[in-house]
């Protein structure tokens, strides 16, 4: 028998509380290499708290998180995961080319390999004329390029996205989907944390829908959505949710 290959991300019934209320409530969820897997749900789904577990960035209570094999509580697991937060910021007079530097250091790069990748990463992201401009002077925009620079220069197998579509424009939209594909044509996969499901549709090959706390359905895109839209599928999820409630 073929055994399937090992997720890159393995969350296996996660429980999180802040105080006495509950976040999360036995989530399961898988991500397998090489997909671009958008994690959905409403405001207070519990989306941004399951990322911060994931990153060991906040302990949780119960359950068990591994990436690319390795528990998630162990530092070595980063070296998988590179992660762009919803509102990217660096010091403000560093310039464009000092903070894609810095964070090649911190992915470990040496300078040789530095050098050799910078060239290319700017140009696909546009930075080519912004390297000498002060992070603190950059358009919103310009901004979440700089940190898109920082997946670009990683290795890492598996980056996550928090809310990347927010405030961008309809060319920054599109310049961003095609910039996830080319992600995933490099071999990374991609965790998109969105609200924006027209996007996430055209990009994702699995989604899982989290509501108040629980995974209410998980799988690839096309399977789940049979003849209905992203938007259908995930209305029809949440109302099934909330008429099953005693
Ligand atoms: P959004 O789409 O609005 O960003 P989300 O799906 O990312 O929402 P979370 O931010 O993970 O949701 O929040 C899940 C629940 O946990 C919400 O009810 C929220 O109020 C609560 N919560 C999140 N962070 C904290 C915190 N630090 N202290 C107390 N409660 C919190």
Redesign the pocket.
């Known amino acids: 028998m073929l055994e399937s290959p090992m997720p890159l991300l393995d969350i296996q019934n996660l429980h999180?509380q802040?105080?006495a209320?509950?976040?999360?409530r036995g989530v399961n969820l898988t991500v397998e290499e090489g997909m671009v897997f958008g994690l959905l749900?409403?405001?207070?789904?519990?989306?941004?708290?399951?990322?911060?577990c994931a990153l060991d960035l906040?302990p949780y209570h119960l359950g068990a998180i591994r990436l690319d094999g390795v528990d998630a509580c162990l530092p070595e697991s980063r070296r998988a995961v590179a992660y762009l937060p919803?509102r990217f910021s660096f010091y403000p007079y560093y310039t464009v080319l000092a903070a894609t530097r810095f964070y090649a250091q911190l992915h470990g790069l040496d300078d040789e390999t530095f050098q050799a990748r910078i060239g290319k990463v700017l140009e696909t992201l546009k930075l080519v004329d912004l390297v000498k401009q002060k992070i603190g002077t950059l358009s919103k925009g310009q901004l979440q390029r700089v940190g898109l620079s920082n997946l670009l220069l990683s290795d890492a197998k598996l980056l996550i996205l928090d809310?990347p579509f927010s405030g961008l424009d309809p060319v920054g939209i599109r310049e961003l989907k095609d910039l996830i594909l080319h992600f995933k044509a490099l071999g990374h996969s991609v965790l998109l944390?969105s609200?924006i499901l027209a996007e996430v549709e055209q990009v994702a090959d699995a989604v899982a829908i989290?509501h108040?706390?629980r995974v209410l359905a998980q799988g690839p895109l096309e399977a789940l959505k049979q003849d209905k839209s992203l938007e259908e599928l995930f209305f029809a999820t949440l109302s099934k949710a909330d008429g099953s409630r005693p």
């Open positions: 999180k802040y105080g209320k509950p976040a999360l749900g409403p405001n207070g789904a519990g989306k941004t708290t399951l990322v911060k906040i919803e809310e944390n609200h989290l108040e706390g």
